[in-house]
């Protein structure tokens, strides 16, 4: 019986698209505002122009098969990823900056394993989800040139499949969004660097669905409010005289108020009613969420580059669970599901091919 083997390793196409509105050529100044502010550093300042747009898109794959009779009792996968960037930015006025950011991500890998029915046979799994995102953020700036400038930020986060819940999947589940407004202050901001700081509060809303049957399919759609304060905090760096380039975000949000705390008072007295043990966990929702991801990315060559990507998450208790459920077992299930009282860590390292425009 003959074997075989076959790897893909990880390619990634990416593509930076720049555009500019007719009437501005590429690297032309716009003409001078007919009264200049003094004294605005050249690395913050922004005059009036185009759009500016930066587009990545990114494919990876990687694949290997054995035969059934291979006795290195290695297992075959498929494994799959795409991603796309897409930043839009301009500079409407001296004084208004609008900034659009969208992210998708989807990946599955699957692999081999015995049949449990014939154990001489290799069969192949069922696909597992390994990446999934969708993310989009549009915020406002005014640039007055003061110590730091209003905005107004709008952000939605969900994904194509929810599979947290062992009855089943659900399309688009929890769809959140987020409302904030403050004061932003931009230490720098430049074509290759950025560092820019903001505090503000906002409403978040949860809209979502919690399967409570498998078969069929029976599920109960609910919503969540809370609210807090903002800090969000972006830079930009190239690193290793320009051969690395660095981008990160630091999300911290600290609720307030919240919807669901009156269901969360209930359910801890119905639990310590059962088992005076029970740990309370109606607290928990006023610890504050971090979000901290990084990307490194290097480019070895022209075509080739590696990217490392880290993020670390504390979300103590995800606010987008369903607490008002009428079934005091599935009400449990779904409380104890969206409690993480440790950190959670990703990393990624790809190696990649790249082609570039513009």
């Not at 960037?85 to 990946?107: K, T, V």
């Not at 990315?297 to 103590?316: C, E, P, R």
Request: proline letters at 4%.
């Amino acid at each position: 019986m003959t074997s075989h083997r076959a790897a893909v390793g990880i390619v990634l196409l990416s593509c930076s698209l720049a555009a500019v509105l007719p009437g501005t050529a590429r690297g032309q100044a716009p003409a001078a505002p007919t009264e200049a502010p003094a004294a605005i550093p050249d690395s913050i300042a922004m005059n009036p122009g185009a759009w500016s747009t930066d587009l990545k898109l990114g494919l990876g794959i990687e694949q290997s098969s054995y035969s059934s009779n291979w006795s290195g009792g290695d297992q075959g996968a498929i494994a799959w990823s795409a991603r796309t960037d897409f930043i839009a930015e301009r500079q409407f006025s001296r004084s208004f900056n609008w900034r659009n950011e969208l992210a998708l991500a989807y990946g599955q890998t699957s692999r081999q394993d015995r049949d449990p029915n014939d154990s001489s046979r290799l069969v192949w799994q069922s696909a597992e989800k390994t990446t999934d995102l969708i993310y989009f953020e549009s915020t406002g700036r005014w640039t007055l040139q003061k110590f730091a400038d209003p905005y107004a930020s709008f952000r939605l986060d969900t994904q194509f499949r929810d599979d947290s819940n062992p009855l089943g999947r659900v399309s688009f589940n929890p769809i959140r969004l987020k409302e904030t407004a403050g004061l932003a202050k931009v230490f720098r901001k430049t074509e290759t660097r950025e560092f820019i700081t903001r505090f503000g509060v906002g409403t978040r809303q949860t809209i979502g669905k919690t399967i409570v049957q498998a078969n069929p399919q029976v599920t109960d759609s609910y919503s969540s409010n809370d609210g807090g304060f903002e800090w969000y905090t972006t830079m930009k760096e190239p690193l290793a005289g320009g051969r690395i380039e660095y981008r990160g975000d630091l999300l911290v949000f600290a609720p307030v108020f919240y919807s669901g705390s009156d269901a969360l008072d209930g359910y801890d007295a119905a639990q310590t009613a059962l088992d005076p043990t029970h740990t309370e966990v109606a607290g928990y929702w006023r610890t504050p969420d971090v979000n901290w991801r990084n990307s490194f990315t290097s480019h070895i060559t022209k075509v080739i580059a590696v990217n490392l990507y880290l993020q670390l998450i504390y979300d103590k208790f995800d606010t987008a669970a369903n607490v008002d459920l009428a079934d005091p077992v599935v009400q449990h299930d779904e409380i104890q599901r969206n409690i993480r009282t440790a950190g959670q860590f990703k990393q990624t390292l790809s190696l990649a091919l790249t082609l570039k425009a513009f």
